[in-house]
């Protein structure tokens, strides 16, 4: 099968990921992959606001996802929507398996993400790019979550879809993984699959979120130990 932008069904787009971008969060991460641009920072663990919310056994977590108006081809509307609020609790409960949260008691961890340029899996660049802001902030965590999609374009079952693959697929699988623990903390699916297809694409995006783990613990390994990647 020949895909839009030349690739394997098997192949990932370009990903590049940067730790510690802005200075004036706890922790933060930039993520290109394909033509998505996305910052995430994290603030905390601080205060709970308003009080009545904080658990006394756990700290809470809130995920603030937003797309730029200028992200999109036709301007998008400032401020969040309906799918905005919806993507933020996916993200947080992709997320939060992997946090210790009874380390920080009557406390709250916030995350912040900002897409400037949108092209198709932003979810999953945008919990990719979380995960590592977390391990920038310090969050104790039992492993990072590396998130991938998987889809089905003209009948085949391919990774990481493009936008052109996104708009005229007939699928959408977005997964992601706590691979320490070899668990799913991810798994959506928009389209028709038949039972083959779900395990064909399953594995196939868990293989995809190896690969982006791999370039996550590289970009801490680059801001942490002054190692040197192509």
């Not at 380390?103 to 198709?120: D, F, L, T, W």
């Amino acid at each position: 099968m020949e895909r839009v932008d030349g690739r394997r069904f098997d192949e990932l787009r370009p990903i590049k990921i940067e730790a510690g971008v802005l200075k004036r969060a706890d922790g933060s991460c930039y993520i290109e992959w394909g033509k998505n641009k996305i910052y995430a920072a994290v603030y905390g663990p601080k205060k709970v606001l308003p009080r009545h919310l904080e658990k006394d056994d756990r700290a809470i977590l809130r995920c603030r996802y937003n797309m730029a108006p200028f992200s999109v081809e036709e301007r998008k509307r400032p401020g969040p929507d309906r799918r905005a609020v919806e993507i933020g609790k996916v993200m947080q409960g992709a997320l939060e398996p992997a946090i210790l949260m009874h380390y920080y008691p009557k406390s709250m961890i916030e995350i912040s993400v900002e897409v400037v340029q949108a092209n198709a899996g932003t979810r999953c660049a945008g919990i990719t790019a979380v995960s590592v802001a977390l391990a920038d902030a310090g969050i104790p965590m039992r492993d990072l979550v590396p998130s991938c999609a998987a889809g089905k374009v003209d009948g085949q079952v391919i990774l990481d879809l493009a936008k052109e693959e996104d708009n005229s697929g007939e699928a959408d699988m977005p997964v992601a993984i706590i691979p320490r623990l070899n668990q799913i903390t991810l798994l959506q699916m928009d389209g028709k699959l038949t039972e083959q297809e779900v395990e064909q694409a399953i594995t196939l995006a868990m293989q995809g979120c190896q690969q982006v783990y791999q370039l996550q613990i590289d970009a801490l390994r680059r801001k942490y130990a002054g190692a040197e990647y192509e």
